[in-house]
């Protein structure tokens, strides 16, 4: 396989779900805590294998728009946990060592006030990565991502006949990143659940029925391999 074949048998884009923190967490008799934090520490792991095989950009189901629905006390316990993770000086040092450029994508308006300045910490921090780009997803929606970029189109006044779908994704969330390739969703769920409906128009789906603590570099790789192993028309 030569350097170009196998380049392009590596996704550029790859969305992560990360699905199962609670189901795990019930299957081995722990809190649902210590489901997510196990997931926090296996999304560690998922960023280095993306960067080794050299993906430019990791997105990762974090939070959507649907989930503050959930149990109150789940919820602030997942607003903890994005808070110390974003904030955690070592995670922080580490992105910057990696060259790894954060962005998180949602309704920081739904965020705490701390929360926010966490954010823009964040992502004045790691502006300079240039080795890959990260996308967390926190009370994200794909309906909101659309909306969104319909208000900003009519605030800036364009006119019918300058909208495409090249300037109509310009005011998308990741706006100037690829589209997704690879989707990769554990856990056993087989949809994309509001989630990057726009980009992902032609990305490959992969899913895995391991819940997320249990997804291993192996799994991993087996989509990969997966993925090289479709042939991508993009309707041609």
């Known amino acids: 396989m030569n350097n170009q074949t196998k380049q392009k048998s590596i996704p550029e884009h790859i969305v992560l779900f990360p699905d199962g923190n609670r189901r795990w967490a019930r299957e081995h008799g722990t809190s649902i805590p210590e489901g997510y934090l ?24 974090g939070f959507s728009t649907e989930n503050w629905n959930r149990p109150k006390e789940e919820v602030d316990f997942l607003m903890e946990l994005f808070e110390y993770y974003l904030s955690d000086q070592k995670e922080l ?20 006030p701390t929360l926010q300045q966490v954010i823009l910490y964040l992502e004045d921090y790691t502006k300079e990565g240039k080795e890959i780009e990260l996308n967390l997803a ?6 909101w991502d659309i909306v969104h970029a319909v208000r900003q189109i009519v605030r800036a006044g364009l006119k019918p006949e300058e909208i495409t779908e090249e300037t109509f994704a310009s005011y998308l969330s990741t706006a100037g ?11 056993g769920e087989h949809r994309l659940s509001n989630f990057v409906l ?21 799994d991993f790789q087996e989509a990969i391999d997966e993925f090289a192993r479709r042939q991508r028309r993009f309707g041609k």
């Open 93 to 112: 040092e580490s992105f910057r060592r990696e060259g790894a450029k954060v962005r998180v994508i949602g309704q920081r308006e739904m965020l705490s």
């Open 177 to 187: 990143q690829p589209y997704p390739d690879l989707i990769i969703r554990v856990g």
């Open 38 to 61: 196990k997931g926090k520490e296996k999304f560690a792991q998922f960023f280095r294998w993306c960067k080794d095989r050299h993906v430019k950009v990791v997105t990762v189901f």
């Open 198 to 218: 726009w980009q992902a128009a032609y990305a490959e789906l992969y899913f895995c029925p391991k819940y997320w603590p249990a997804f291993e570099e192996q």
């Open 138 to 143: 926190v009370s994200y929606g794909g309906r």
